[in-house]
Structure formats: structure tokens, C-alpha cells
């Protein structure tokens, strides 16, 4: 049991929290003092007081508002947003202006996460202002598009408004990423990618959840990010939100809840399905057990793949689809993260399956890893068993191996006469003939490999799986 002393400690500190706002927004010539820390930065004018004007208040809250419909898409894309943080303080700046965050590094900004988001520099349909808050006794900086929030942080905690940053969405979009915030002591932090996102959790960081949404922004290959329009969803760390260009989000999964080993069936039942114990895989040399593989920690689920007193140990898993018995639908857009250790013996293969179970319904594999070994014998592929004719099988090579090469977004596209195969934002191709049309269901399915040899009792790996949007046909 705590100590009194302690309890009044925690109430305080969960009151100066409660109201939910990040200290991370600071103008750069707020914080520019002559190679001093920034806890020595100049006091900035003074906090407004409780006697604020009704009037005032109902200004800032117009401000914050979102512009008439429809949503602009394109102003939301407009501006990209700069992200510097100070590892000695843990400060983040956020800013339109590249300038800003360059000259920021005289002041210790001197860690890059490039631009995370876009955002619209001027008032635009449908988006809202997100305002920039100071704290010069903690150096923090927040942005907020809370009119209550800003009143609060200015009257009760010491923060100065220093007036609208830039402009975002309030809700998920086609054409949007959420922005998540974290807080740590005083600090305040901002992330988009899961990767970030994670590394901030496992350093302490308490995460806020969704405080806006951005523009996507375009990765290094020319693809979208997050939800953004185009086919294939882009390659992007940030789970999709939202409906796309026609296509309506009809699932996801984040695995936001830890599950440990053995529990995942108990945590995650209502949502998936796991194959049980001991049905066997396709090779019929590996023995399914959810209790011996799946587990789901920081953020994702993982398939341990491993030889115990002679069995290879392997995991399958169904997405429950909301209205369907099995997590079928006919037509669908299915994108998801994912990534594979080097596992000899093991194999990778991310399916669509006949709800009825009849194979001669056909079958669409993407992608599948006939070994997860490095180099071209490791390398991922899309294929198409079409109905009935299975033994006119077709194939499309990435080029890519999944094992050993670090994080992959895929996604599959199933339309009337047309199945299209994306791999990190770039069409790997699309099949026009022998595409199923009765309902299929995801499957995630870790297994032995079926060709070669049986895994040694040495071999052993992960394979781990960060989100999962489905989509219905609109």
C-alpha cells in the first residue's frame, strides 16, 4: 500500500496529466539561447489569467474549428511537417518551416526524424488548427487542436499560446495517418511510425493515443504512406485509418493488447481465430499449438517457430471479419505488416481460402516463401490456383526475400476479373484471368516447408505481424 505522502504525490501528478495535452511546441527563436541548455531559455510573456474574456475564449475555440465541407485532401498534403527533437531534453519541435528546424540544431535539436506528416499552412475545408504551447520552465512544447485544452494549459499550467502551427484533420480521412502523443515527466513527444511509437513505450513514455490526423507522406520509393489513395495502400509504418478511394474499412488489428505465450486464444479470441492443437500443417511434419508460438508484445504478434522434443511447433491465424462466420467476403483489400527472421525448414505464406473449404473453389497466396532463407531462394511470391484448375497454377516474383530484410507492407486487391499484388508500395502485378469469385478468408499461416527437408531441432525464429486493415468493395 502507498504511503500517504506517496498517494499525494500520485494524485498530483495524475492532475497535472488529466488534461491530456503534450508540452512539445516551442517556436525556435523561443528557444534560441547562446549555447546554454534550455532550461535557461528567456522567460516569454506571461501566461493569460483566469479573468480571460468569455470572449476570448469563444475566438480561440472559432480558430480550432474545422472550415465548411467537403474535406480537402489536397491542402491536407500541401506542406510537409519537420520533426527535430534534443536527446538531451527530450524536447520535439514540430514545423512547416525547413529553416526552423535546421537552425533549431544550434539549440540542440540536433536528431532528425525527417517529416512524419503533411499539413495544411492555411485554413482549408474541413481541417482544424493545431496550436503551439510553450512551458519556458520546462521547455516543453505542445500542439493541441483542443480549444479546452489550450485555455487549460495557458490559465492552470503555465503554458503560452503561441498561435496556430498548422492545420489537420480531427478525424481519420482517405488521404490521412493519425498523429499519436506521448508524455514522459514534463516532456512531451509526437510519433507516427509504429517504430517510433514502440521505441517511445519501451523507453517510458505513456502514449496519449490519436490527438489528430496528418497528410500522408510519400516514402522514398514514391509510394503513399498510411491510408493514403493509390493502389497498394503505399509503404508506410503507420496502420491505415479509415475508408480509402473505393474501398470501405471493414477491420483492423494493431495489437495494441499485450497477449503473453499461451494467451492468446484467452486475449485475442473474440477478434481471431488460431489453428488448434494438434491439427498439423500442409507438410504434415509441423503440429499447430497457439500456446507454444503466438504471443503479442510491443505492439505485435508473433509466431515463434521452434523444435521442442521432436515437434516443430508452427501457428495459423483467422481474422474474425464483423458479420461473417468465418471472416469471408467476396472481393476484398487486404494489407499488412510484417517481418521474418532466417528459419531453414520453415515457410511464409499469407493466404485467401474458400470459405467452404473446397479447394477447387481456388486459392490466392500472397505473399508466400517456399524457405525462409536469404537471397533469391528466400524470395517472396503472389500466387493464383484459379478454380478448378489448380494445376494452371500462375506466379509472380518480387525479387525480394522476406527472411532477414526487415519490415514489409503487402497488400492484395480483389476485384471482379482482376486480382492486383503490392509489396512496399510498388505493384508487384496483377492477374486478369482465373480469379475466384465465391468468399474467401484471410489466413496468416507459419508453417514447415513443403519440398526440402524436414527443420532441423536447431532451427528456430520469428515472424512477426505489426497491423492488419481489411477492406470491403464500396
Known amino acids: 500500500m502507498k504511503s500517504p505522502l ?238 480509402l478511394p473505393g474501398w470501405r474499412q471493414i477491420f483492423t488489428e494493431d495489437f495494441n493488447t499485450p497477449a503473453p505465450l499461451g494467451q492468446f486464444v484467452k486475449v485475442y479470441g473474440n477478434r481471431w481465430i488460431a489453428y488448434p492443437s494438434p491439427w498439423k500443417d500442409t507438410s504434415k511434419r509441423g503440429t499447430y499449438n497457439p500456446e507454444k508460438v503466438l504471443s503479442v508484445a510491443n505492439g505485435v504478434l508473433d509466431w515463434h517457430l521452434h523444435t521442442e522434443n521432436g515437434n516443430h511447433y508452427v501457428g495459423a491465424v483467422i481474422p474474425k471479419i464483423p458479420g461473417t462466420p468465418v471472416g469471408g467476403q467476396i472481393y476484398g483489400k487486404y494489407t499488412f505488416r510484417f517481418r521474418a527472421d532466417v528459419i531453414p525448414g520453415y515457410k511464409l505464406v499469407v493466404l485467401l481460402w474458400p470459405d467452404s473449404d473446397d479447394w477447387g473453389e481456388g486459392e490466392i497466396d500472397f505473399p508466400e516463401v517456399g524457405e525462409l532463407v536469404a537471397g533469391k531462394d528466400g524470395q517472396m511470391y503472389a500466387f493464383l490456383h484459379p478454380p478448378g484448375a489448380y494445376a494452371r497454377s500462375v506466379s509472380l516474383s518480387t525479387g525480394i526475400a522476406a527472411a532477414g530484410t526487415g519490415w514489409h507492407t503487402a497488400s492484395i486487391e480483389w476485384l471482379p476479373g482482376s486480382l492486383s499484388y503490392y509489396l512496399d508500395g510498388k505493384l508487384v502485378g496483377t492477374h486478369k484471368s482465373g480469379v475466384p469469385t465465391t468468399s474467401f478468408h484471410l489466413v496468416f499461416q507459419m508453417e514447415t516447408n513443403i519440398g526440402g527437408p524436414a527443420p532441423s531441432p536447431s532451427s528456430s525464429g520469428h515472424i512477426q505481424l505489426d497491423w492488419v486493415s481489411v477492406y470491403a468493395p464500396k
Open 6 to 243: 506517496a498517494l499525494m504525490r500520485y494524485f498530483a501528478f495524475a492532475l497535472c496529466f488529466a488534461v491530456s495535452w503534450s508540452c512539445s511546441d516551442v517556436r525556435v527563436q523561443d528557444l534560441y539561447v547562446q549555447d546554454a541548455a534550455l532550461e535557461e531559455a528567456p522567460t516569454p510573456e506571461a501566461p493569460a489569467q483566469e479573468a480571460q474574456s468569455a470572449a476570448d475564449d469563444a475566438s480561440l475555440s472559432e480558430d480550432m474549428q474545422p472550415a465548411a465541407l467537403p474535406f480537402n485532401c489536397s491542402a491536407l498534403s500541401s506542406s510537409p511537417i519537420f520533426q527535430v527533437i534534443n536527446p538531451k531534453t527530450q524536447a520535439n519541435l514540430l514545423t512547416a518551416s525547413q529553416k526552423e528546424a535546421n537552425d533549431a540544431a544550434r539549440n540542440g535539436f540536433t536528431v532528425n526524424k525527417g517529416t512524419p506528416f503533411r499539413a495544411s499552412t492555411a485554413r482549408a475545408n474541413g481541417l482544424v488548427g493545431a496550436r503551439r504551447l510553450f512551458n519556458s520552465k520546462t521547455n516543453d512544447i505542445v500542439w493541441t487542436i483542443s480549444s479546452s485544452e489550450v485555455t487549460t494549459a495557458v490559465r492552470k499550467h503555465g503554458y503560452v499560446d503561441q498561435g496556430i502551427s498548422f492545420y489537420v484533420s480531427e478525424t481519420p480521412t482517405s488521404c490521412s495517418i493519425p498523429v499519436y502523443r506521448f508524455f514522459s515527466g514534463n516532456k512531451h513527444r509526437f510519433a507516427v511510425s509504429q517504430e517510433d511509437r514502440k521505441a517511445l513505450t519501451s523507453s517510458g513514455w505513456t502514449n496519449e493515443g490519436i490527438k489528430f490526423y496528418g497528410g500522408v507522406v510519400e516514402d522514398n520509393n514514391g509510394g503513399g504512406g498510411g491510408g493514403g489513395g493509390g493502389g497498394g495502400g503505399g509503404n508506410t509504418d503507420a496502420m491505415p485509418v479509415g475508408d
